[in-house]
């Protein structure tokens, strides 16, 4: 574990939820409507101390493109149904979040222009800049990469300090902590610590975009009420992977 304690004051920020996140456990239901609820008014309690937030949304509640591939599904077509499973999460955040008086827009990396705004880099810039909550969806328009990279890719394009990953563990172990009761969890790890130690904080693709471009790595359970607007406000929360 590193000894050195990173500052976590954020100007802008991408916040990953996994598509899970807004699913109650062991509910057949694939959205909660009271998840997304309690999600989006803590977007809003730190949009409103001016950080800028852009959101990146999983969809594994509905669908996983690499689960049906196993299982015989051409995995490029497999992996573009995990890209629309996205979009349905994303919309769903962005009404709970217009129902809280936050500004947002859904762009989508896929062109749907019913429902959202084509991905434009230089458009979210400006959106994230007018305080706007932005929630990209659709991955990242191609198969085979995961939200993870999308997350690591947006915050690379729209300069962000940092990549709030929202999992159900409250950080980074140095083991399994379901698995081992004695795993310890670390407050802050450097990118090479967690490649020396296999730690897996997020795939190797989402990985390598935030160490090569120093963009910090938040990761922190997202169960705990009030853990997200902790977490975007720079609380003292989960563990910080950096670069040291």
């Known amino acids: 574990m590193s000894n050195t304690q990173d500052s976590r004051s954020f100007k802008r920020v991408i916040l990953k939820l996994s598509g899970e996140a807004l699913r109650e456990p062991g509910s057949h239901d694939n959205i909660s409507p009271e998840i997304v609820e309690r999600v989006a008014k803590e977007i809003k309690l730190a949009a409103d101390t001016g950080v800028e937030i852009g959101v990146v949304c999983g969809g594994g509640n509905f669908w996983r493109g690499a689960s049906a591939s196993a299982r015989g599904m051409d995995r490029a077509t497999a992996d573009y149904v995990g890209m629309l ?80 990953k929202a999992t159900m563990v409250d950080g980074v172990y140095c083991s399994d902590p379901k698995k081992n009761s004695d795993a310890v969890r670390y407050e802050t790890v450097t990118f090479q610590e967690c490649l020396s130690q296999n730690l897996r904080v997020m795939d190797s693709t989402a990985f390598s975009l935030c160490m090569d471009n120093n963009i910090p790595i938040i990761v922190f359970d997202i169960g705990g009420e009030g853990n997200i607007t902790k977490a975007i406000t720079g609380g003292d929360i989960g563990t910080i992977v950096h670069r040291g």
């Open 85 to 164: 499973a996205t979009v349905m999460n994303a919309l769903a955040l962005q009404s709970a979040l217009e129902a809280e008086g936050v500004q947002c827009i859904v762009q989508s990396a896929i062109e749907m222009k019913n429902v959202a705004e084509p991905f434009i880099r230089r458009k979210a810039t400006r959106h994230l800049s007018s305080n706007m909550v932005v929630i990209f969806a659709a991955g990242t328009g191609s198969p085979f990469f995961s939200t993870d990279t999308t997350s690591a890719l947006r915050a690379s394009e729209m300069g962000a300090d940092a990549v709030m």
